[in-house]
Structures are given as C-alpha cells and as structure tokens.
C-alpha cells in the first residue's frame, strides 16, 4: 500500500458509511477481515458478520459527514485520522476526532482494522 491507495481507500469506506451498500461495505475488507470499532472490543471476524454488524444500527441518512487521510503507511499497515460530524434533531453538530490502524492485504482489502475516536468538547 502507499499513501494515494489509502486515501482512495479511505473515500470509498465515507461513501459506503454514506450509502450503507453492503456491495461498497464488502468490496473494502478481506473475506477474514478483524475489526474493532473501539480497541478493547473482541473483533468482529469476517466480511459477512462485518456487513451485517455496520447494517445493524445505520445512521440517519444525510445526519453524518466524514473526512480522513492518511498519516503513515509502512508497506501492508496504514494509520489515518480525521473527523466525523453528526448533526443533531436539536440542530447541534456533535463531532468526533478519529484514528484508525489499519492492515491491508495484496488486493488492497483491509484484514484488521482498529477504531480510535474522542468526542470533542
């Protein structure tokens, strides 16, 4: 991988996150993908139990907004950072400063992926 790969990679997993096509959510991992959304949870293991955990509770379409890009790439492993935004029903904007780990296969599918996220003040 290098740093362009990561950031095409990066826009394709906001637009999945967007549109929630389990096709665009698939295309972005290995069949044995490990994923965690916090770094103490036990991953989910899997490109099919992974689809169906991000279908499970999708966000409110056009509520959310995201930007990412890569900080450091060492051949297969990436880190990225970046904000995600969520608008609110009371019209307040709740944003989340991000970091993921992530490690790639030959293909260019992430097989591990590791969430970091702070709320903002």
């Not at 549109?19 to 099919?48: C, M, N, Q, W």
């Not at 999708?58 to 509520?63: A, E, L």
């Not at 969430?115 to 903002?120: A, D, G, L, T, V």
Request: hydrophobic share 35%; net charge negative; with cysteine.
């Amino acid at each position: 991988m290098d740093r362009d790969r990561v950031a095409q990679w990066l826009q394709r997993y906001v637009e999945a996150w967007e549109t929630y096509d389990p096709a665009k959510i698939e295309d972005l991992f290995s069949e044995d993908v490990t994923y965690r959304y916090h770094p103490y949870d036990e991953p989910i293991v899997g490109r099919k139990v992974l689809v169906e955990s991000w279908l499970e509770e999708p966000d409110k379409p056009g509520t959310y907004e995201a930007t990412y890009e890569p900080v450091a790439v060492d051949g297969e492993v990436a880190v990225a950072v970046g904000h995600s935004s969520y608008r609110m029903d009371d019209g307040s904007t709740v944003v989340y400063d991000n970091c993921f780990v992530m490690r790639f296969d030959d293909a260019g599918r992430c097989k591990a992926f590791t969430e970091w996220f702070i709320k903002r003040p």
